[in-house]
């Protein structure tokens, strides 16, 4: 059986204000706010390494209760767990209330917590004043328990009747009218009677303190797990115990009693999860690079669970799935097998973690289905296929009809959509992800909690001054840039594209560390040098001129100051000769040996072929195309002089190695289809050639070839990966791989709706998200909008 821990997902802020309160945008005291700008980056660093051995629940007022009810197996006369009950009393709001109060769309919560908690004390008559102001509490928030604009805890149909049933035989009255009685009493039979199935069944052994005498409690126990709970619940396994003895249930509760005192979260064990959240957390914020051991362990960890079948992973499905997703993105090799539960949407949906799933595990599933590296991993393109659509339609709604779904979900859900995995440039990811960030997040099963985050505002002050810090330095290599440009003449080129700020944003949205500067202004600059070539010989340069061109690079002699037919040859060549010189001696001091390679006579040969096919009107077979195209597409001299500088050693033999060729080859090909496809109308009314006209022309539709070169891009986006993630085989370090994803999301972003150089405007907020804007974001907590 599958249990979703994350059901019915909802961020929301711990607060001591009135639910009234507008708390959106409010900021945090000017002194707390001194007191984190003091705060050093290494002491952030610091706290938020401790938080990865420390991530917890908060603890639950509503299991709790129920495990202060479980009796002594000495006698049934006295409680198991004293200190629950005593942790009870000490723990009662002033209003009378249990629990944490985050919204009044969330009062059930309160109410359930509260109920729960007094019949605790009613069963071993203790705490008379803290059941009087308990039951006031009630009285005075009766009428939401039958208000269906307020959120529903997971279970409480079923659950709050059975506790009012208790009640009743603790000799409780509690002022329910008779009508309001009868609807929720009809309410809950109508629940029980839904068609049963497997995952039916789970469910309503999971939320068994409902039921009482009606359920069968041996046959429950079938559910039990190796830690002796069930359903990795306290209140649930204390239920049970209050029925039946059962030695390994009793040793579940007293083992989570030794961790977290005198009270009980809502599920434990969750803190595999919530490590994995927090490196999700880490990674999305650009950070991780600060914590690469911390994390290495968690996921180190992850994995042993995985192999091993854990069910802290496998039988949760939000686990399972950021596990997945985390630990094969990472270089971990696994199976897409664990997955394969959630590929059938209606299976899904009857188990037991549908029953209890929300939209964010939905979102966790579809993040999961996105990694597909190998070619038949039919059930991740199948949990792909519902999961999408399931999370449109969720947009589609109108918010107050879609469980609760809160603004921040609704935000990421749209991202997510939006911009998927391989089309998410992480400097981007980053900025969204910090300005949406709330500082605690709440989440909803049987109750309220909180996956404790003292150290949020840590991470969060972190990211913000990392983003800037870096930003800063982007800011600056622009000028220095600009200054180049000048400097080489290129602005003189009347013909060419002026895209240096996008080639430069193209190496900041993925180079973004400070160590990697180098590595930034290679890419930087051979972008635009590229663009400069791509529109000589498209536009730019008579046929006298590219041969010129050409021949001056394989001489490639700074002293050939006769040899030029044109002034704009001229500029071409010594901004090409002396900025890859100047790039090579910069590797040079990096990796120890000469690493200039003659790219760019590759290309410029490959751009010749194109024009020459287009000036004899010639057309060229597909695979002649594609041979001759992923060299002329320009990739070569971006990516690879950057490869020498992000860090590893790079030999001969590795450079060489049909790893790297590949890498690059795929990489280039899918550009270029990419391209081809996005570009069909502009470059056919420019009569260059296009892989699209191509096979149009041997009797194919376009829509056919469409689908067909769609199909080629995504096998190859798959095997790239493939390549990028693996370790065992692999020679090129992972470092340099990643340059070729990078640029592989960069391309799908640029070429998302069309011809991203084209279409400027489409560019110009990304431009100043990640190059000019600073992120000034003052702390807000964040509430769901009734």
Partial sequence: MILTHSSHFVLLPMHQTPWNAKLSGESMD?????????????????????????????????????????????????????????????????????????????????????????????????????????????????????????????????????????????????????????????????????????????????????????????EIMKYQRKNGSLFNSPSTTAAALNHLSDAKGLAYLHSVLDRFGNAVPTAHPMQLYTQLCMVDSLEKMGIARHFRNEIRSVLDRAYRCWLEGDEEIHLDSATCAIAFRLLRLNGYKLSSDSLAQFAEEKLFFNSLGGHLCDTSTILELYQASQIIIFPNELALEKLNAWSNKFLKNQLSKDEQHVENLHKKTAQEVDNVLKFPYYANLQRLESRRYIEKCSLDDFRVLKTVYWLQSSCKRDMLDLAIEDFNSCQSIHHQELKQLERWFRETRLDQLQFARQKLTYCFFSAAATLFPPEVSDARMAWAQNGILTTVVDDFFDVGGCREEMINLIELVEKWDGNLARNFCSEQVEIIFFALYNSINEIGAKAFAYQRRSVTHHLWLCLLKSMMTEADWVRNKSFPTLEEYINNGYVSFALGPIILPSLYFVGPMLSEEIVRDPEYHTLFKLTSICGRLLNDINGLKKESLEGKLNSVTLLIGQGATEEEVLRELRSMIDRGRRELLRLVVQREGSVVPRACKDLFWNMNKILHLFYMRNDGFSSPTEMVSAVKAVIHEPISLPFKAEICEE
């Fill in 30 to 218: 000017v002194g707390e706010r001194a007191r984190n700008c003091t705060m050093s980056t290494e002491k952030r660093k610091d706290q938020i390494k401790k938080l990865f051995t420390k991530t917890e629940l908060s603890v639950s007022s509503y299991d709790t209760a129920w495990v202060a009810m479980v009796p002594s197996p000495q006698s049934c006369l006295l409680p198991c767990f004293p200190q629950c009950l005593n942790w009870l009393m000490e723990n009662q709001l002033p209003d009378g209330s249990w629990g944490l109060h985050c919204h009044p769309r969330l009062i059930k919560d309160a109410v359930s917590s509260t109920l729960a908690c007094v019949l605790a004390l009613r069963k071993w008559n203790a705490g008379e004043v803290h059941m009087e102001k308990g039951l006031h509490f009630i009285e005075s928030n009766i009428g939401s328990v039958m208000d269906e604009k307020k959120h529903s805890p997971s279970g409480f149909d079923i659950i709050f009747p059975g506790m009012v049933e208790y009640a009743k035989d603790l000799g409780l009255v509690l002022p329910l009218s008779p009508a309001a009685e009868d609807a929720m009493f009809l309410k809950r039979d109508s629940e029980l009677k839904r068609s049963k199935s497997e995952g039916r069944e789970a469910y309503l052994a999971y939320v068994s303190e409902g039921l009482g005498k009606l359920q069968d409690w041996g």
